[in-house]
């Protein structure tokens, strides 16, 4: 049977994450139960890149070896019709067998909403990350520019992170604002376990004036972690997902990329 490509949004807040976990529940465990029920018999998932408890999915990849055929648009609404309110598949496209969904990927990107406020989120709770300090974007923006190109993350990962090196290329990091939210979007060719996370915290800890720009180059070329800011809160992370060679034709803007600002 052909291998196919399928596009996944979610929202994580009621998930471990995506992988599967013993007696947790897992935005995997929904989607491979899904399209198992669909096709009548078990299917599982390879995916671009694991994300973690409460962080949100707009093109989440993954690839499927079927062992059953079906229209590409039954492989989308037939499996929907298994998945609960907040995963939903978004298209499907067949590939041939040299595309992984993992290991074919260029780069990965993620944006993090963030809602600059004196009251804490409400309608928006889980879905946008909240400060209550004003923060200065022209600081951000350069105290960002020390981490682009080639480095060594190691200050920003997580100690629980299975990367096999530290050593990743952050492609770009641009911040805008629109009212009183915050968008931070990165591109690299991978990222470490919480790598996102501990950049924002720290971009937001020169932004509110707590640490001046130079601060962040001292922090990346320490390569130790206790030296930067707290892991920052996953409510407004949003993997946007994995990019690939033109060939494969995957689809970079399904309809949920309009949600964010």
Known sequence: MKRIALGISYRGAAYCG????????????????AL??????????????RTDTGVHAINQVVHVDPAVEREESSWVRGTNRYLPADVAIQWCQPVDDRFHARFSAIGRRYTYLLLESPVRPA??????????RALNGDAMRLAAQVLLGEHDFSAFRSSQCQAASPIKQLRSIEISRRGAYWRIDF??????????????????AVGTGKCPVSWLSEVLASRNRALAAPTFS???????GPYYDSSYAIPMRPPASDWLP
């Open 18 to 33: 995506w992988q599967r976990q013993p007696n947790q529940k897992s935005v995997q465990d929904s989607v491979e139960k």
């Open 36 to 49: 198992s029920r669909f096709a009548d018999v078990a299917v599982t998932v390879t995916c671009a890149g």
């Open 123 to 132: 309608v928006e709770a889980g879905m946008a990350g909240w400060t209550f």
């Open 187 to 204: 591109d690299a060719s991978a990222f470490l376990h919480h790598m996102v996370r501990n950049i924002l915290g720290c971009l937001i």
């Open 234 to 240: 996953p409510d407004g992370l949003y993997f946007v």
